[in-house]
């Protein structure tokens, strides 16, 4: 399980909010081995004065990244570097620009489809 939370100016990402998604996704899938359909992305898009940090540019992104904990230190990199890699290049920002956070919690801490994570059956792994 992973949800991912993407905080930036709403002046300047309204409206590419799939693109970001389907760029996200790739690496989540690619670097994290989630299936192709397990995609939970939220949006805070902010005015301006809401989103206060002068040291970086308006097309500043903060991205949170919240799982169950079992991803090896080797897959969190894998997935850094693949975030930067792939999102850098393609929504044209530098890397001062983006800045990510993997959030883990015990899957017992999740409530899903019912039940604590820890009791869920899942069709794929965490452990990667």
Wanted: charged share 30%; proline share 5%.
């Amino acid at each position: 399980m992973a949800q991912v939370k993407i905080y930036g100016r709403r002046d300047v990402w309204d409206g590419r909010q799939r693109e970001i998604s389907d760029l996200v996704h790739r690496c989540l899938v690619t670097a994290w081995r989630l299936p192709e359909d397990k995609r939970f992305h939220r949006f805070l898009l902010l005015d301006p004065a809401d989103l206060i940090c002068p040291q970086r540019g308006e097309r500043y992104l903060i991205l949170e990244i919240i799982c169950f904990t079992g991803r090896s230190d080797e897959a969190k990199r894998a997935l850094i570097r693949s975030l930067y890699a792939t999102l850098v290049p393609a929504l044209d920002l530098s890397t001062d620009d983006l800045e990510l956070t993997i959030i883990e919690m015990p899957q017992v801490n999740w409530g899903i489809r019912g039940v604590p994570g820890d009791e869920l059956m899942l069709s794929y792994s965490v452990r990667v």
